[in-house]
């Protein structure tokens, strides 16, 4: 990627992480006493997540079949509840087949 | 609590890190990015949902305005964390050791950290090591395989950060009815802004997850029932 689009973009980003963790760190002390606003803060990575993932997953690999053989095993394997590294590496290897396939096939 | 106490606390975590940002450097290379600028961001942000997005937003040339404000909504809970973390910490942690140790604020540090009595400088110092070395040489190595390897199978590694997205999820909608469905409204209205075509070609990505995540969240709270005790993030 072009330096010229890319450093900016990451001086952005890199200070704005760090304002976000050094101002309340260093300057608020008081504990947060609004059991709505605790909420908000605590459903926020939730919605984050659950919005940067879908659609996108399904256009992550070469193809959007292989994208979805991936994401239905990462679904099954999450909702058995299996550690983060297994999900990821389940979602890998079941994309990885289908993808495989879809060489041979097509 | 001694440096040396932090330094062994952290292994986990950076042998978690290790994996996750290994991912995360085969996503940022197959989207465009080199790998040493892939390491600059591991190293400069520590952190994996705000990363993703910030390549996003970065592959799609996007604004700084749009770069900082997605940063903002997506790493928000830092400072939740940084409030409930100063809370525990001893007379060793002073300005300067504040503003250093404030950038290894993550979900899983400040999890082991808040697990303590309290915290001081040394400790939280040691604990941050690992994980810093983790992230930073799993990303290396991600984008380093992503150059190497053929393009079916880095296709198929590029998926894995959102399988771990799903891991973490999932879980805990199965325990929360709220977070289920903000969850859900959170998808939809995403699947809406990427395929009505206007929406699509005025919203550009890094906006669309922030108009989900904080209506879906602001949603929550409204329905969220009266005794329920929100989740920890």
Redesign the interface.
């Known amino acids: 990627?072009d330096n010229k689009?890319?450093l900016?973009?990451?001086l952005?980003?890199?200070v704005?992480?760090?304002l976000?963790?050094?101002?309340?760190?260093?300057v608020?002390?008081?504990?947060?006493r609004s059991?709505?606003v605790?909420?908000?803060?605590?459903?926020?990575?939730?919605?984050?997540?659950?919005?940067?993932?879908?659609?996108?997953?399904l256009y992550?690999?070469?193809s959007v079949i292989?994208?979805a053989a991936?994401?239905v095993?990462?679904?099954i394997?999450?909702?058995r509840?299996?550690?983060?590294?297994t999900?990821?590496?389940?979602?890998?290897?079941a994309?990885?087949l289908v993808?495989?396939l879809l060489?041979l096939l097509l | 609590m001694t440096f040396r106490q932090g330094f062994k606390d952290g292994l986990a975590i950076g042998l978690g890190y290790l994996s996750v940002s290994f991912s995360f450097g085969i996503m940022a290379v197959s989207s465009g990015l080199t790998w040493w600028q892939a390491l600059l961001i591991s190293i400069t942000n520590l952190t994996s949902a705000g990363q993703v997005a910030g390549v996003g937003i970065m592959s799609a040339s996007g604004g700084l305005i749009e770069m900082a404000i997605s940063q903002l909504i997506i790493n928000m809970r830092y400072s939740l964390m940084a409030i409930s973390l100063s809370q525990k910490t001893d007379k060793t942690m002073t300005v300067p050791a504040r503003l250093f140790d404030s950038y290894f604020i993550t979900d899983e540090i400040f999890g082991v950290a808040c697990s303590q009595d309290q915290v001081g400088f040394r400790y939280m110092t040691g604990l941050s090591v690992l994980p810093v070395l983790g992230w930073t040489l799993g990303t290396f190595l991600g984008a380093l395989s992503g150059n190497l390897l053929p393009q079916v199978v880095t296709a198929s590694l590029a998926i894995g950060i959102y399988g771990m997205f799903i891991a973490i999820v999932l879980p805990v909608c199965k325990k929360s009815r709220t977070i289920s469905i903000i969850c859900v409204i959170s998808v939809v209205m995403s699947v809406i802004f990427r395929y009505v075509p206007f929406l699509h070609a005025h919203v550009s990505s890094g906006f669309a997850i922030i108009i989900c995540a904080v209506t879906a969240a602001l949603i929550g709270v409204f329905i969220m029932p009266q005794d329920e005790e929100a989740q920890d993030g």
Do not use: E, N, Q, W
Request: hydrophobic share 50%; with cysteine.
């Open positions: 990627m689009v890319f900016p973009l990451l952005v980003m890199a704005t992480t760090y976000i963790r050094m101002i309340p760190f260093t608020f002390r008081r504990k947060i059991r709505r605790k909420a908000f803060f605590d459903y926020i990575p939730y919605t984050v997540l659950s919005a940067m993932t879908f659609p996108a997953i992550s690999t070469d292989s994208a991936g994401t095993t990462a679904i394997l999450a909702y509840g299996k550690s983060l590294l999900v990821a590496i389940g979602t890998c290897v994309t990885f993808s495989l060489l």
